[in-house]
């Protein structure tokens, strides 16, 4: 069982950038490979990137590439979302998710045991 709580979200204007955070507790952090999904408002929730247990492999959403960059310390069992270049259409809550299931590189929210509460992201124009 692992625990996680996001933050770094917050109300920032269009083309700037944030960064998320997300702490999980346990003792086996690097067992899992990290997520980060969105959800806006009125439409399902979507994948954003993830990153494998080593830190090694990362992949992103169509959306997101070359703006997100996703990172872990798995000393600090914390993984992280920097965002640049925001968008007004990036405005939805972020949720980051852990997956043990030691797939390749899990991009379906079924593919994730446990998820934070999210928090939230607004981007103004």
């Known amino acids: 069982q692992v625990q996680l709580v996001e933050s770094g979200g917050g109300l920032v ?31 399902e929730r979507e994948f954003a990137a993830v ?42 809550v972020y949720f980051c998710a852990a997956s043990p299931r030691n797939l390749v590189v899990p991009r379906r929210g079924f593919e994730y045991d446990y998820w934070g509460q999210g928090t939230q992201v607004t981007v103004s124009s």
């Open 13 to 43: 204007q269009s083309g700037g950038s944030l960064r998320l955070s997300c702490a999980a507790s346990g003792r086996t952090f690097s067992t899992y490979d990290m997520g980060w999904f969105r959800q806006a408002p009125g439409k």
């Open 51 to 92: 990153i494998n247990r080593s830190g090694g492999l990362t992949m992103y959403a169509d959306s997101v590439q070359g703006r997100f960059t996703v990172s872990r310390d798995n000393a600090k069992n914390t993984v992280y979302l920097q965002m640049n270049n925001l968008k007004p259409e990036d405005t939805a």
